[in-house]
């Protein structure tokens, strides 16, 4: 049964969902903007790019036609207009260091970072819960020591140093687990190849993620260990499994929710790296090639997607939170 | 019966409200110590052995740790822990120059929205919101790519993505000293309103911004050496400690760890002692805003 106020709060949920889809908007208009004029402005010719050395045997007229047709003299705003028809339409160009079209090379790329990003996350937060947990009820004991030193010694350590790290360990001294890639080399693409070349990316992404997630929910179990009705709890003579799991843990993790919104731009920045040290056939890698052969086309989408995963992943946040707590207020 | 159920013993509850944090002193010390240290060998070593004097020695390639050689030699027989003292160096010097310049960014646009007021705030404040959307990293090995690899396009890199947490703080300060009565007795004096930011509201902010561009060098630091990883940050020839991990990779494949241990143990350390060392100071200069996430 819906009471009023449950309706009215589930308009202004949907209310804030428009706001913020409204304001997502103009941010991808600009960001994409201003890499496309970022990219105009830069001395890299795309033209000269794709003739490479062949340019000083080209015809005039070769070289002027290409210009004609990728319309690379126009001016930048015209140019971007014909962009922005494009992507909307679902062509977003070609990747000239790939050499396929870029909606391919995300289509066949994103699957794979989503199942890397996706795994990863969960299971940060997991330790995240777990080892905060247990390190603010154990304040000041040398387990609460020893999880506090660890996650600021990780979160201070570079991921792909972490990386490298595992990667020694694991794959070349130990030989439980393979390196790097999505298969062995030649072996067909299975479930279990893939799970077996999952789980060193998976573990040190998480491992590098964890340390933030640990360190917060330690501190804010601590602080609502002295919020009355944590108090009230333990004076009515509640164990402390009971007060901790039951009471002080579920009001501190409201605000949690609010932060997997604002922990996602970390978290491609550290799948980015990772995918970098284990050779994981997904975006980060085509990322980091799209910088290095200077490919517009490619970066520009990329920096979108990402940046439309962050406003949708924020977006989601506050929508969890507004769902979760009441008393939440959802202006602004 | 019922007696004996009511008088059971309670267990003793381990549970306690935040005991208020020891004394600073155990953070600072070695924090400083360790700052100490590395800033004195930064600066004091490269006048003493030189790296490039030093002799490609082959017969002592590819040592592991052994007394004289701390951290090991890599494959032309250079110490690691001498070459990680040169990385330090061009890391901390490249982390320091971009958290100037961030800083300075994010001044110039926290003054401006938190001065002005009005349209030009909310408009940069929907900047900041913006670029805040787009993954630092990501961004900067967009700005990289476009200005191609090079010293100066890292900084601008880190400097054109790190400015907004100093934006923020500027600004909310500037609105809340905004409302203080010296102001108000400024603007009753008479005073242009670009008097009344420079000579009233910055010098009142400065200690803000400071400790802000402190605590952004190990950011800084840490998004140099990604880029550099990549191959997206200093050319080789600049040694950092991004570059130095890049390539102790190779030698990783045949057995060399000692050759990317140190690197990252050195930035580990400095990094702690950074952090550390301002998270004393920031706990002085807001007591009430203690993070959990520094120490």
Not at chain 1, 211 to 219: A, H, I, S, T
Not at chain 2, 119 to 148: E, K, N, Q
Request: aromatic share 6%; glycine share 8%.
């Amino acid at each position: 049964m819906t009471t009023v106020a449950q309706r009215r709060r589930g308009r202004a949920v949907g209310l804030l969902v428009l706001r913020r889809l409204g304001f997502a908007v103009p941010v991808l208009l600009l960001v994409s903007f201003a890499l496309f004029a970022l990219a105009k402005a830069s001395p890299f010719d795309p033209v000269e790019r794709y003739f490479g050395l062949r340019i000083i045997g080209a015809s005039p007229e070769r070289v002027a036609q290409i210009r004609e047709n990728w319309g690379v003299d126009r001016p930048v705003v015209e140019q971007y207009l014909a962009w922005l028809r494009h992507a909307v339409a679902g062509d977003l160009g070609d990747s000239l260091s790939l050499r396929q079209p870029v909606s391919e090379v995300i289509g066949d790329r994103l699957p794979w970072t989503v199942l890397l990003v996706s795994i990863g996350f969960g299971l940060a937060l997991l330790l995240g819960l777990l080892l905060g947990t247990a390190a603010a009820w154990r304040q000041g004991g040398w387990l609460d020591r020893t999880i506090t030193a660890v996650s600021y010694t990780l979160e201070a350590a570079p991921v792909f140093w972490l990386g490298l790290a595992a990667l020694y360990v694991f794959a070349l001294q130990l030989h439980w687990l393979p390196g790097g890639g999505l298969t062995d080399a030649g072996a067909a693409l299975g479930v279990g190849q893939v799970v077996t070349h999952l789980v060193l990316p998976v573990s040190v992404l998480a491992v590098s993620q964890a340390p933030w997630f640990v360190l917060f929910v330690r501190q804010n179990l601590l602080e609502s260990f002295s919020q009355d009705h944590v108090i009230g709890a333990r004076s009515r003579g509640l164990t402390d499994r009971r007060v901790v799991l039951g009471h002080a843990l579920r009001t501190s993790l409201l605000p949690f929710l609010t932060l997997l919104g604002a922990r996602l731009p970390e978290l491609i920045t550290g799948a980015l790296l990772v995918e970098t040290v284990f050779s994981w056939p997904g975006i980060a890698r085509a990322t980091v090639d799209a910088a290095l052969n200077v490919d517009f086309a490619l970066m520009g989408a990329l920096t979108v997607l990402a940046t439309s995963v962050v406003l949708l992943g924020n977006l989601l946040a506050d929508v969890l939170y507004a769902l979760a707590d009441p008393r939440v207020g959802l202006d602004g | 019966m019922a007696d004996q159920r009511v008088w059971r013993p309670v267990p003793r509850s381990r549970i306690a409200a935040a005991s208020t944090p020891r004394s600073p002193r155990w953070r600072l010390i070695p924090s400083a110590a360790v700052l100490g240290i590395a800033v004195a060998a930064v600066v004091l070593v490269p006048l003493v052995v030189d790296l490039n004097q030093q002799l490609v020695d082959l017969a002592a390639a590819n040592r592991p740790p052994e007394p004289a050689h701390p951290f090991g030699t890599d494959e032309l027989g250079r110490d690691v822990l001498l070459r990680c003292v040169y990385a330090l160096r061009v890391s901390l010097t490249v982390g320091l120059v971009a958290a100037l310049v961030s800083s300075a960014v994010g001044t110039a646009v926290g003054a401006l929205a938190g001065s002005l007021g009005g349209w030009v705030d909310r408009l940069l404040m929907r900047l900041v919101d913006t670029v805040a959307s787009v993954p630092h990293l990501l961004l900067g090995i967009v700005i990289v790519a476009i200005l191609r690899p090079s010293l100066s396009a890292v900084i601008i890199s880190i400097g054109l993505t790190h400015w907004l947490t100093s934006a923020r703080i500027v600004r909310s300060e500037i609105l809340s000293l905004r409302s203080r009565p010296f102001v108000d007795a400024a603007i009753v004096g008479g005073s242009s309103r670009l008097r009344i930011l420079v000579r009233h509201l910055l010098p009142n902010v400065t200690p803000q911004v400071l400790l802000s561009t402190t605590l952004m060098i190990p950011h800084a630091v840490w998004h140099e050496t990604a880029l550099s990883f990549l191959g997206l940050g200093l050319p080789p020839h600049e040694a950092s400690i991004g570059n130095m991990i890049n390539d102790a990779q190779r030698s990783l494949l045949t057995g060399g760890w000692w050759m990317s241990l140190a690197p990252g143990l050195v930035l580990i350390v400095v990094t702690l002692a950074i952090s550390g060392a301002s998270g004393v100071w920031r706990d002085r200069l807001n007591p009430r805003r203690r993070s959990e996430l520094t120490w």
